[in-house]
C-alpha cells in the first residue's frame, strides 16, 4: 500500500486499540490514545526504510536517504543468508527483513527500552520522529516538497514537546498500563509494534504478498509471500486502496476513538 493508507490504518488500528482497552475495563487517558494513534501512523511507514522511494526516506533528509540505504543493503544480506531453494533471486532488499513480525517486535521493544532508559530527552525522540512520519503520512499532499521538510520538523518537534508535557501530568497516562516504578512510557513500544505489523498486512493484502512469518519455513521457502487468494488482492495505490480502503479506515477510526473515549 502507498503511504497515506498505511498511516491511516495504523492510526485506525491505534484507536481499535483503545476501543478495546476500554470494553476491557482499563480505558486509555486520552493523552495515550492521541498519541498512540500518531505513533501508530507513523511507525505504519517505518517498515518501507528499506525503499528509496518510499516516504520515510525522505522524511528527515540526507539522515534517513542514507539510513535507507543501509538497511536495504541488510535486508539483502540477510536474505541472500537465509533463503531457501525456493525463495526466488532479488536484486535488493525492499519487502524482506523489515517487513517481518521479528523486526516488529524488536523495533518496538528497542523503542520500549530506549524510553525507559534513556529519560525525557529519549522520549521526546521517539515522539517527534514519528509524529514527523504521522505528518509526513496522513498530510501527505500538503508535507511533499523539501521547501516543507522544516515546517514539518518544526510542527513535530512542538507536537512532541506539547505531548511529552501533557503525558507527564499525574493521570495522563506516562504510567499507562505499566505502573511499577521506572516503567513510565514503557508502553511507547506498544504502537510501534502495532502499526509495524499492520504496515505488513497491508502489504500482504497487494499482488505481492508480504513474508510476514520469516524466518518460519512455508514448503521450499522461507520468505514465503504472506498474502489472500491472488483473486482478492490488489496493486498499491489502485481504485481499491483510495476508495474503499481508505475510506474504510477513516470510518473504523472514528468508531474506535468514539468507543474509546466513551463517546458512545
Not at 481504485?239 to 474506535?256: D, I, N, Q, R, S
Request: proline share 6%; net charge positive; with cysteine.
Amino acid at each position: 500500500m502507498m503511504g497515506p493508507a498505511h498511516s491511516l490504518s495504523g492510526a485506525a488500528a491505534w484507536l481499535g486499540v483503545g476501543a478495546a482497552a476500554t470494553a476491557a475495563g482499563h480505558s486509555m487517558p486520552w493523552p495515550v490514545l492521541v498519541v498512540g494513534a500518531l505513533i501508530c501512523a507513523g511507525a505504519a511507514l517505518a517498515p518501507d526504510l528499506d525503499h528509496k522511494s518510499a516516504t520515510i526516506s525522505r522524511a528527515f533528509g540526507p539522515v534517513s536517504r542514507g539510513l535507507c540505504e543501509i538497511v536495504d543493503k541488510l535486508s539483502y544480506t540477510v536474505y541472500r543468508a537465509t533463503r531457501k531453494p525456493g525463495d526466488p533471486r532479488r536484486s535488493g532488499g525492499h519487502r524482506t527483513l523489515t517487513h517481518t513480525w521479528v523486526w516488529a517486535v524488536l523495533i518496538g521493544a528497542g523503542s520500549s527500552v530506549l524510553a525507559v532508559t534513556g529519560g525525557r530527552w529519549a522520549v521526546l525522540a521517539l515522539l517527534f520522529v514519528h509524529m514527523v512520519l504521522a505528518i509526513e503520512g496522513l498530510l501527505w499532499r500538503a508535507a511533499r516538497g523539501s521547501s516543507s521538510d522544516v515546517l514539518v520538523w518544526l510542527l513535530a518537534a512542538a507536537s512532541a514537546w506539547i505531548m511529552a508535557g501533557v503525558l507527564d501530568k499525574p493521570g495522563n497516562g506516562s504510567d499507562w498500563l505499566f505502573t511499577g516504578a521506572g516503567q513510565e512510557y514503557l508502553w511507547l513500544g506498544l504502537p510501534v509494534v502495532l502499526g509495524a505489523l499492520v504496515h505488513d498486512v497491508g502489504d500482504a493484502l497487494t499482488v505481492s504478498g508480504c513474508p510476514i512469518l520469516w524466518p518460519i519455513p512455508i514448503g521450499r521457502k522461507r520468505w514465503y509471500p504472506i498474502g489472500p487468494p491472488r483473486m482478492m488482492r490488489f496493486r498499491a495505490g489502485s481504485w481499491v486502496e483510495l476508495k474503499v480502503l481508505m475510506p474504510a479506515f477513516m470510518l473504523l477510526g472514528g468508531a474506535g476513538g468514539a468507543v474509546a473515549l466513551n463517546f458512545v
